[in-house]
């Protein structure tokens, strides 16, 4: 298969999770914004990659 074939849209987490259904669409949007964040420092902890508020968000209140 091509690179070009396997591409659908210049973001990668919205290709990888954009499906993902949790039952709520912020749940989803999250968990792309996790994995940017994440994949920039792949070998870290989550509090070495993420900052304290990301940490902390809740989604549901």
Do not use: Y
Not at 39 to 61: E, G, I, M, V, Y
């Amino acid at each position: 298969m091509k690179l070009t074939e396997t591409l659908q849209s210049n973001d990668w987490a919205d290709d990888e999770f954009g499906q993902a259904d949790f039952g709520d669409a912020r749940l989803t949007q999250r968990l792309a914004v996790l994995a940017r964040k994440i994949s920039q420092a792949p070998h870290c902890s989550f509090p070495q990659a993420l900052d304290a508020a990301t940490l902390k968000h809740r989604w549901h209140q």
